[in-house]
């Protein structure tokens, strides 16, 4: 026995009492949840050679009247917060009885996690964000998911790395009762009263994506983990699952691809750590002192919205191709050289940002024009050359720039009504442009669940003993991030991951007494 784990014929035929399909967050926090609940034994899958999942890139958590909230006063009603939730979804294609589940738990969960040796730090996502909501993790997601795989250990689960499951398996009566699982080793059949899949998501899977998105094309750049490939969802499928919610995505850009570290400027100062600052370019892609068009030279957004780069992924990804160009003259890049970036934020150590907002960054103008080879910048003293770079018509360009201009003098934009301190004309030669595409976090949406992440079939019924977590659900999310929200999409994860583990252990027990 291993952590109560039944193993037999040299590992080809194991015994649990509850699998659960990926080791990430969701995964994780639902063995703990099991295990704290009196699970004896609890196997974990993860295809990947480390339990880490998206969770591991994560930077803060959600939380409603969390313990941290409440020790600083912060009024994070619940109540309120669900009616953000579903007022940005318009009440469209999300359940809200899942939404209040998750809600309710969220402040728990951070209180679950204090308790387990994490802090926290709450912090803006957007200038005069109310309340707030996002508690950055010290130590980030590294620490969030090595807090979870410690407490695995010393509760006894069982985490197979490596091991990818392939089927889930039912038994005469419809009930999930194991899973068929490979190995380096071979096939694994694994036999259990309760299976919970948090696989994760499918951002990684170009056909689902393909099925899903109405505006998928081959610049978008996905950069979370390598295996959210919506596995769990097609094994779900497979044995009569519902499917539903699919083509939610986290967007985010304009982003510069990142290649290789080219891109990369040296900067003559330091990061929060007190380390060399260095930047990506992408970084002044950002800014909303500078005028943002599209492939063809046409101005498409108010470049100041909630500084939220969440936010703008969405429109972004909306533009042919999903392609953005970033311009600004030389007189801005100097302003922000001397008086620093606006749209990181609150500068703080638990941001994921290296540097805060208002501070100076000297270097950047020389560092700037030293990347020009990197294929992603065009510096010229003329929007005719800017525009045969960007293949737009010259004319159209130079319009939405004189368009521009005139706001800037007038300081008013008619056009998107952009706040005017954001409004710096582009006069001073020379002039840059800075190439950017959609990115994608992950997409949602997936195994159809109701608030106790029981997974439901075509007709809307519980299958017995399969629950599901995290990103391989679905109608827990609209069509894109709900900002106000700031780290729910690592807060669902743990949440439902928790609430899932919790359930699991009840219908074991009550099967157990049969």
């Known amino acids: 026995m291993r952590g109560g784990v039944r193993v037999t014929e040299k590992k080809k035929n194991l015994e649990a009492e509850l699998i659960v399909i990926g080791g990430g967050g969701a995964g994780l926090a639902a063995a703990i949840a099991a295990a704290e609940g009196g699970c004896t034994s609890i196997i974990v899958l993860e295809k990947t050679g480390n339990a880490t999942g998206s969770t591991g890139m994560a930077h803060d958590i959600f939380g409603a009247e969390s313990p941290v909230q409440k020790r600083l006063g912060i009024d994070a009603s619940r109540d309120k917060l669900f009616k953000t939730a579903m007022e940005w979804a318009h009440w469209t294609r999300i359940n809200p009885r899942i939404v209040r589940a998750f809600i309710d738990k969220s402040g728990d969960t951070i209180g679950w996690l204090e308790k387990k040796g994490l802090s926290f730090e709450l912090i803006q996502y957007y200038p005069n964000q109310v309340p707030l909501v996002r508690h950055s993790i010290l130590g980030h997601g590294h620490a969030l998911m090595k807090t979870l795989r410690d407490n695995c250990r010393d509760l006894g689960v069982s985490i197979f790395t490596h091991t990818a499951a392939k089927k889930l398996l039912r038994d005469v009566n419809g009930s999930i009762n194991g899973v068929i699982a490979e190995s380096k080793e071979g096939k694994i059949t694994i ?80 990061d929060l750590d007190g380390k060399p600052l260095r930047l990506s370019l992408w970084f002044l892609a950002w800014e909303p002192q500078t005028m943002w068009v599209n492939k063809y030279g046409r101005r498409y957004v108010d470049e100041g919205y909630n500084l939220a780069f969440f936010a703008f992924g969405n429109t972004v990804a909306l533009q042919p191709e999903g392609i953005s160009y970033t311009l600004f003259d030389n007189k801005t890049l100097q302003i922000i050289e001397k008086e620093g970036f606006i749209r990181p934020g609150a500068a703080s150590k638990a941001n994921w940002l290296p540097i805060g907002a208002a501070t100076p960054v000297p270097g950047l103008e020389r560092e700037v024009k030293l990347k020009e080879d990197t294929g992603y910048l065009k510096i010229s003293d003329s929007w005719d050359e800017i525009a045969e770079w960007m293949d737009a018509e010259s004319a159209v360009l130079k319009a939405s720039v ?105 219908y074991i027990s009550k099967n157990n007494n049969k």
């Open 191 to 270: 036999m259990a009263k309760s299976v919970i899949v948090a696989s994760g998501g499918y951002g990684n899977n170009k056909e689902m994506l393909k099925e899903s998105c109405p505006y998928y094309h081959e610049n978008i750049t996905y950069d979370g983990p390598p295996g959210n490939t919506g596995d769990g969802i097609t094994m779900a499928k497979e044995i009569g699952a519902s499917i539903s919610g699919m083509g939610a995505f986290n967007l985010h850009g304009p982003y510069i691809k990142r290649r290789s570290s080219a891109d990369y400027m040296n900067l003559d100062t330091t």
């Open 402 to 506: 004189n368009e521009y201009n005139t706001a800037c003098d007038n300081r008013h934009d008619s056009l998107f009504a952009k706040d005017a301190k954001y409004l710096l004309s582009l006069k001073n030669p020379p002039f840059y442009a800075i190439r950017g595409h959609i990115a994608l976090c992950d997409a949602y949406g997936g195994i159809t669940i109701n608030e106790n992440m029981e997974a439901l079939d075509i007709q809307d019924k519980i299958i017995p003993g399969l629950y599901a977590a995290g990103s391989t659900t679905g109608c827990w999310e609209s069509e894109s991030y709900c900002y106000h929200l700031t780290g729910h999409l690592v807060g669902f994860a743990l949440n439902s991951g928790r609430i899932a583990g919790e359930n699991a252990v009840k």
